[in-house]
């Protein structure tokens, strides 16, 4: 998708995509989440076959859509498909672009957000007494964070550039596990308020569009699906070997200690930024 959205949109314009699409994206989820999703998803009883079955089904119908694209082909090659080889491809490309190992970097700190996202459930449900039955306005509240906070996000990310606006979004989502820990020490009150964090949560997606935007600016045409692909790996490294670490500090200590750890990567990957430089503003040579 990232790689069919570099040929087929301009720089200045993918910000604009991503609003639309994220806004569009949450109507539909917020309106399946109210009007089906309740029905299915109950404390006693969720209809497995239901839920699947409709996800399926929009996918399904998006790959439908995606047959009426009009595309260049691209210059014919034939890269090894060995994982030896994708794997060599993959460290070439850290290692040759300066400003990418930076980008990954960052995108592997940022990573350490994704192994919060079960905690934040546990969070409320053990220190606020809540129970299942809030799953789905929390749901509801993360679609529609995705859509309002994407208008901003895209609209600054066309005009500012991709780089200004990763640096805010990382002290944003650095925020989320802090304004979880205040609000859960409210007591009852925390209760109405919790919605908040999952609202905040929506910036965890869009987030995850302005890394792989930057990506592809930083690459040629013919090396943005390495790019991608390479940037997904240092995505996927921080969950996969530090998720269970978290899960541990959790049990051991508390979510303090597990929250501000999180929080003290995320704000070093937003320093990080600080000595990333901007595609739009000047040519960028591999060291």
């Excluded at 539909?28 to 999703?37: E, G, K, P, Y």
């Amino acid at each position: 998708l990232g790689t069919l959205q570099a040929k087929l949109v301009i720089v200045t314009r993918r910000g604009r995509l991503m609003l639309i699409a994220n806004a569009f994206g949450s109507v539909v989820s917020i309106a399946c989440a109210w009007l089906l999703l309740r029905n299915w998803f109950r404390t006693d009883s969720i209809n497995f076959v239901a839920i699947f079955l409709t996800s399926g089904t929009f996918f399904v119908v998006a790959g439908l859509i995606a047959m009426f694209f009009k595309e260049q082909p691209d210059q014919r090659f034939s890269p090894s498909l060995k994982a030896r080889n994708l794997l060599h491809q993959a460290w070439s490309t850290v290692k040759q672009d300066r400003q990418f190992r930076l980008l990954a970097c960052v995108t592997g700190l940022f990573g350490m957000t994704l192994t919060l996202f079960p905690h934040y459930q546990a969070l409320a449900m053990q220190r606020l007494d809540l129970d299942w039955s809030y799953l789905i306005p929390w749901l509801i509240a993360q679609n529609l964070g995705v859509g309002i906070l994407s208008f901003p996000v895209g609209s600054l990310a066309d005009r500012l550039g991709n780089l200004w606006v990763l640096r805010v979004l990382m002290v944003l989502i650095a925020a989320i596990p802090v304004v979880a820990l205040v609000v859960t020490s409210m007591g009852d009150r925390g209760q109405q308020w919790f919605i908040i964090v999952f609202v905040m949560l929506g910036l965890t997606p869009i987030t995850m569009r302005i890394l792989n935007n930057y990506a592809l600016e930083l690459a040629t045409a013919k090396d943005q699906p390495i790019y991608l692909s390479t940037l997904g790996l240092f995505l996927a490294a921080g969950p996969v070997m530090a998720g269970p670490l978290i899960g541990a500090i959790i049990d051991g200590l508390s979510f303090e200690w597990a929250f501000g750890i999180v929080v003290g990567l995320l704000l070093t990957g937003c320093l990080v930024t600080w000595k990333m430089i901007d595609p739009r503003e000047r040519v960028i040579t591999a060291t």
